[in-house]
């Protein structure tokens, strides 16, 4: 499904050169559940930033389903975006003022779907995370909880082939955080991609799979507790 090669990612700042990525190569089967960890400055969001189609990388490929994105321009890259890929972020992202049920209409929305057909699959998305009652309500009347998990009904509307995850569980307390990530572990158990980017160990453990990164490079990559080869870009095959 994700196959990245060598990706190198460069920031300019100034008369000085960030590395943020430095050749990068792993592949992520569908239905994975990955947990992206690192420290400060490890490369972690940035290499999120290039899963989800959010920048792009120096050099390097990226291929999401057999597509180059590089060969991509910006119209197409934003529809393969909107697709294929759901995004949960830590700050929730959520306009006060507006319902639960129409925060997960938005993408709906703007990819030009029915008011019918949009109430509809927002209503199907806010029972998959168990808000089904809630449809009605602003973020000022949920709790923290309830509010990620409408914004995970709202990456979820489109029907994603990949949720990507950036410390979805850091602007919790610990009982909301886990009660959330059981949320992650059962979207995965239904075949749904999770990604996630975490400093949080115990977040990391709900994984299937843990890539670490320092300094822009993968240094430990392990499935289920096992190291996995380097030699066949830090991947367990292809899709």
């Not at 449809?135 to 009347?141: F, I, K, L, V």
């Amino acid at each position: 499904m994700i196959q990245i090669t060598d990706m190198t990612k460069i920031y300019q700042m100034g008369e000085m050169q960030v590395h943020a990525l430095r050749g990068v190569s792993l592949d992520i089967e569908k239905g994975e559940y990955v947990a992206i960890m690192g420290a400060s400055g490890s490369g972690k969001s940035t290499l999120m930033n290039m899963i989800g189609l959010l920048d792009r990388p120096t050099g390097g490929s990226y291929k999401i389903r057999g597509k180059e994105a590089s060969q991509l321009g910006k119209s197409k890259l934003a529809d393969l975006r909107n697709q294929e890929i759901g995004f949960v972020f830590q700050q929730f992202n959520l306009l006060a003022r507006v319902s639960a049920r129409r925060q997960v209409e938005l993408p709906l929305f703007y990819a030009g779907t029915s008011r019918r057909k949009g109430r509809q699959m927002a209503d199907e998305a806010l029972a998959l995370v168990g808000l089904a009652d809630r449809a009605s309500h602003r973020p000022d009347e949920l709790s923290g909880g309830q509010q990620q998990r409408v914004a995970i009904a709202r990456a979820l509307v489109n029907h994603p082939s990949i949720l990507l995850a950036d410390e979805p569980t850091g602007a919790l307390d610990s009982k909301t955080g886990a009660e959330v990530m059981n949320l992650f572990d059962d979207l995965h158990s239904q075949g749904i991609t999770v990604i996630m980017v975490t400093h949080d160990p115990l977040v990391a453990r709900r994984a299937k799979r843990v890539i670490t990164l320092s300094d822009g490079e993968i240094k430990a990559d392990e499935k289920n507790g096992h190291k996995l080869a380097s030699g066949q870009h830090y991947g367990i095959g292809r899709q």
